[in-house]
C-alpha cells in the first residue's frame, strides 16, 4: 500500500541554520503531498502542499518540491527560528475516491537552539 | 481558526470499561476523520465519514466504532477498552476530498489501565 518515510528526528539546529528535513513517499497513483507541523500541546495544521509533479509549496518561508521521478517531498527553510520548534509530518493523500483519506510519516522533532 | 472541538481532552479509564470521545464541529464540513497519534507511527487513520450516517473503516479500526448522525458530530467508541488503546486521539475535518487540507482539533489523551 501506499506510504510515507521521513528521516528520523531529532533534529537540533542552531537559530538561522538552513532546515532539510528529508521525506519519499510510495503511492501507486498520483497523490497529493502535504506538511503539517504540530507546536507542543496543540493539534496538527497544515504548512504547505502540492498537488502534482514539480508543484511547490510555500509558506512562512518554507517550501517544497513534488519531484515525481524521486517519489520525494523534502522540506527546507533557508534560516529556522526558535518558534519553528515543532513536530513536522510528511503527509500524502492516495485517493481516487475523493475522500482525502491521508497517509502520515512517523513525524520529525525540530528543536531550534538559541 | 476552524471551529472544531473535542471532548474531553483528557480521560483516564480502566481495561474492560466503555469510551466514547466526541468530535464537534461548527463549519458545516462534510469530511470527519479520526485518528490516532503513537510515536514512532505518526498519525493513523481509524475511521472516518464522508456525510450524515455514511462512514467507513481506516487503517487501524480494529476495537473501535464511529456514529454520525448529526453533520456537526463524530463519536468515536471504544466498546471494551484496551492498554494498547493508549494515545493521543485527534479529529480532523475537511470541506471537499483530496486537495484540501484538513482542519484538526486539540485532540484527547487516553490513559487506558
Known amino acids: 500500500g501506499d506510504s510515507v518515510t521521513q528521516m528520523e528526528g531529532p533534529v537540533t539546529l542552531s537559530e538561522e541554520a538552513f532546515l532539510t528535513i528529508n521525506c519519499t513517499y510510495t503511492a501507486t497513483g498520483y497523490p497529493s503531498l502535504f506538511w503539517y507541523v504540530q507546536y507542543p500541546g496543540e493539534g496538527l495544521q497544515l504548512l504547505l502542499k502540492?498537488?502534482?509533479?514539480?508543484d511547490k509549496g510555500s509558506n512562512k518561508g518554507f517550501e517544497a518540491t513534488y519531484r515525481k521521478e524521486t517519489t520525494s517531498f523534502h522540506l527546507e527553510k533557508g534560516s529556522v527560528q526558535v518558534s519553528d520548534s515543532a513536530v513536522y509530518f510528511c503527509a500524502l493523500s492516495e485517493d481516487s475516491s475523493n475522500t482525502g483519506k491521508l497517509i502520515f510519516g512517523q513525524g520529525t522533532t525540530l528543536q531550534v537552539k538559541p | 481558526d476552524a471551529g472544531i472541538t473535542q471532548s474531553p481532552r483528557h480521560k483516564v479509564t480502566e481495561t474492560g470499561t466503555p469510551v466514547t470521545l466526541r468530535c464537534h464541529q461548527t463549519?458545516?464540513?462534510?469530511?470527519m476523520y479520526w485518528y490516532r497519534q503513537d510515536p514512532g507511527h505518526g498519525l493513523r487513520l481509524i475511521h472516518y465519514?464522508?456525510?450524515?450516517?455514511?462512514?467507513d473503516k481506516g487503517e487501524v479500526s480494529d476495537g473501535y466504532s464511529v456514529s454520525r448522525s448529526k453533520t456537526e458530530d463524530f463519536l468515536l467508541t471504544l466498546e471494551s477498552a484496551t492498554s494498547s488503546q493508549t494515545s493521543v486521539y485527534f479529529c480532523a475535518i475537511s470541506g471537499q476530498g483530496t486537495y484540501n487540507e484538513q482542519f484538526f482539533g486539540p485532540g484527547t489523551r487516553l490513559t487506558v489501565l
Open positions: 463549519e458545516n464540513h462534510r469530511y
Open positions: 465519514s464522508y456525510g450524515v450516517k455514511d462512514t
Open positions: 502540492a498537488t502534482k509533479a514539480d
